[in-house]
């Protein structure tokens, strides 16, 4: 019998920008665009994980390179579009995965939030991917295709008490996908949201009770998600094989946001 022929890598060709690429869903959504024949630019604040980060795309396959930025920095936003134009010669792929942890801890219901948080928070999770889009998108008209994907979170739509700011900027997030499709879709640049549950990871998990994870894991249908299963949503997203799919927010969350409505019937 013959050898069963390679499939053919996803993102042959594309070239993307991934933010928040230096750790966690973002370094494996790198590493994984990589794999399916990608050119990555990885960004993030810090250099030496950014440097390591950006190997590991080498490694699976892909071309890399690192270019530190404060997304919350309109400048850092054109210096970012501009390094990835200058090295790779196009932009096809922008996935605004980026968001602010460090104004996390301020965090709160609404009346307890004061404006430098909201600022802080809005400035990373919503306005820099409008930013990044709004300068993405003339490359992506000039390639003749593109396709953007923001990481959004279940909290945009149910909630999640005492994180306003969050919630607020993640609302925001699945929104502006549905006004960038409205006035961009025609022109060939799709934007999707991947709206992500519970993400199992290894540092913060490692500790759980074994009746804590039993409740997490009754949360879900299926199963918990890891970020390798949202790096292959947000990849199939960004690829051809999705060219008429814009404007929507897929539920990557093994069915949990399915669990309430069987619970309450």
């Known amino acids: ?8 890598l ?13 750790m966690g869903l973002g370094r494996v959504v790198a590493r994984h665009f ?3 024949g990608c050119a990555v630019v990885l960004t993030g604040r810090d250099h030496d994980r950014g440097s390591r980060a950006a190997r590991e795309v080498e490694e699976e396959g892909g071309a890399a390179i690192f270019v530190p930025a404060d997304l919350s920095r309109e400048d850092d936003c054109q210096a970012l579009v501009q390094a990835t134009l200058a090295h790779f010669g196009s932009l096809t792929v922008l996935v605004n995965n980026a968001v602010n942890n460090t104004a996390m801890g301020d965090d709160g219901p609404v009346a307890d939030v ?5 600022d802080a928070v809005l ?43 969050y919630t607020a900027s993640k609302g925001g997030l699945n929104a502006l996908a549905r006004s960038i499709t409205i006035d961009y879709a025609g022109q060939g640049i799709r934007c999707n949201t991947v709206q992500a549950g519970y993400i199992l990871h290894e540092v913060r998990d490692a500790e759980l009770t074994p009746e804590r994870r039993r ?13 390798l299963d949202i790096a292959y949503a947000i ?17 990557v969350d093994g069915g949990s946001s399915m669990v309430r409505g069987r619970t309450l019937g």
């Open 1 to 8: 019998m013959g050898s069963t022929p390679a499939r053919p």
């Open 10 to 22: 996803r993102l042959a060709g594309e070239v993307a920008i991934v933010t928040g690429a230096t």
């Open 34 to 36: 990589g794999s399916e």
């Open 114 to 118: 004061d404006r430098a948080t909201f």
């Open 123 to 165: 400035a990373v999770n919503l306005v820099g991917p409008a930013t990044l889009s709004r300068l993405a998108i003339p490359a992506m008209l000039e390639a003749g295709h593109g396709a953007i994907v923001n990481v959004s979170s279940r909290a945009a739509e149910r909630g999640t008490p005492g994180l306003a700011a």
């Open 215 to 227: 409740q997490i894991e009754g949360m879900h249908l299926t199963r918990i998600s890891t970020a």
């Open 235 to 251: 990849a199939f997203l960004a690829s051809r094989e999705a060219e008429t799919i814009s404007g929507v927010t897929l539920q």
